[in-house]
């Protein structure tokens, strides 16, 4: 079980229970079922519509996530993510501080996210 607390300047925090470990639920999936205002479109890593900012919220070391070439590409396009970034992921396996909602899977860690 993880929390994730998601925050916003426009809304309260609010902090919700994840199941971590199904490899499918993704933390858009997650806010919508908790009525977070996340905003989206295409659901599909596409639009960049639901970038969020993912940090944690304890002194463990984050796990990293796995950054799909469709991620990466719109965070290359969105300017939040480098090329030195996304090479040194791909060495150290630190996880990546701007992710898609719709494409980043919640792990068994506590995080803070936001919107
Ligand atoms: S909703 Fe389009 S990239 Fe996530």
């Known amino acids: 079980m993880a929390l994730v607390t998601f925050s916003s300047p426009d809304y309260k925090d609010k902090t919700v229970y994840a199941v971590a470990g199904s490899h499918t639920q993704t933390l858009l999936k997650l806010a919508l079922e908790n009525k977070v205002p996340i905003a ?9 519509t639901c970038l969020v900012k993912v940090s944690s919220v ?3 070391p984050r796990m990293s996530g796995h950054l799909t070439a469709k991620e990466i590409g719109v965070l290359k396009e969105l300017g939040k993510i480098t090329q030195k970034e996304i090479d040194d992921i791909a060495v150290t396996d630190m996880p990546a501080t701007w992710r898609l909602a719709c494409q980043f899977i919640v792990r068994d860690e506590d995080i803070l996210v936001e919107y």
Do not use: Y
């Open 40 to 48: 989206f479109n295409c659901k599909d890593g596409e639009c960049g």
């Open 58 to 60: 304890d002194s463990k």
